[in-house]
């Protein structure tokens, strides 16, 4: 293979890769210099001269004469001057002699050598090329078209032609992909492996529904209104605090537009994922109660450590504060940044919370019972809401009978 030959092939190639001409020539040089320095133990006294365009390529090894006898004749950057007479007759001693260096002299086998080297070398710095540029895009918004569904991960392709990987953990659960379909996702992390750059693309990072409403509501990239905190269940819930500048603008009305047509797209893309939009506040109270939304809260105690609040809820508030699975407290818990215990409230318990009479009759006599109810009284609480001369008045029942069922009604209420 001829110098000209190697150049252009390697251009080429290099061409191909989006590689720039200072990078291949470095990378083409320093090739060379590696064959040089294993032919002839150094290249400090080689120069290399190269055109990437043309295909030109010159090595010439420059060394100083010295006598035949010299202890110097063994030195790389020396010839002996029998050996620089063989150049030119009239060279003399203490002259320098500039000689080329043909690509050929180094033999077929180590120019194929270099050629994979070469290759080896762009394809090494395509990969770091490629780790670089999606190291410094972690978090941006991409789209990509779904090449191949594997069992545990999909692999896309950007624009470009490179491989990037959304592990099935990074994937909406409810997302059914086809292959040639475009998708958009989110950078989620950019790692090299073992020298190979392994880009991760997500779905299910808040970041993602973070930037989907970067893209639809034009006042938070205004910086009109900005989101605070996300959290999600992706495929399932999502809460996003949000707060505005601009006391003018309510946030929240902001985001969902006009009959929802500003989040309605953004649920789409998540498939169907409830989103809830909460104003930011930093009164630690009203944010657990808007977290804990469509629940109304009775009250709240947050610890001294600031690490738990305990919530005082109406007995019908409980189970919308919980949440199907669990999962309002749970995303709750993780937009206030505390740990939130439930409670009922026990006061509003009492009140609301009532026994039918007949289910006392193993510790009342049910004659007893039928008395009560004979004057319209059905319940516990609504025996428990008059006194006891009230009952021995209306009824045919005597004191001390009376005494005794508001003390077994008094009780099931403690």
Known sequence: MHSGDLVASFSEFAREKNIDRPTMI??????????????????HNFDIILNAESGDLEMWRTREIVDDNSEDIWDTDKIPLSEAQKIEPDFEIGEEVAEEIKLEHFGRRVVQTARQTLIQKIKDLEKEMLFNQYKDQVGELINVEVYQILGREIICMDQDGNELIMPKSEQIPKDR?????????????ADLNNGNPRVILS?????????????????????????????????????????????????????????????HSIVRELENENIDVIQWTDNQHLFISRAL???????IQI??????????????????????????????????GLELDVYRDVEQ????????????????????????????????????????????????????TVADVLAILTKEFE
């Open 349 to 400: 318990d009492f009140m609301e919370e009532d026994v039918d009479l007949m289910e006392f009759t193993d510790e009342i006599e049910e004659w007893i019972l039928l008395e009560l109810r004979k004057i319209g009284l059905d319940t516990a609480k609504s025996v428990l809401a008059h006194t006891k001369e009230e009952l021995t008045r209306r009824t045919e029942l005597e004191e001390e």
């Open 293 to 299: 939304s469509p629940a109304k809260i009775s009250s």
């Open 303 to 336: 610890d001294d450590a600031g690490e738990r609040a305990s919530v005082f809820l109406k007995p019908d508030q409980v189970s919308l504060a919980i949440g199907r699975g669990g999962l309002n407290i749970k995303l709750a818990s993780k937009l206030v």
């Open 26 to 43: 470095a990378i083409l040089e320093d090739v060379l210099r590696t064959m040089i320095r294993k032919k002839y133990g150094d290249d």
């Open 177 to 189: 992909f086809r292959k040639g379909t475009s998708i958009r996702a989110v950078i989620h992390k």
């Open 203 to 263: 779905r299910t990072s808040p970041v993602f529904l973070e930037r989907l409403f970067e893209q639809e509501i034009p006042e938070i990239i205004d910086g009109i209104i900005s989101i605070k905190k996300i959290v999600r269940e992706p495929g399932d819930r999502a809460r996003v605090a949000v707060e505005s500048f601009d006391d003018r603008i309510d946030p929240v009305g902001a985001c969902v537009g006009m009959k929802g047509s500003r989040i």
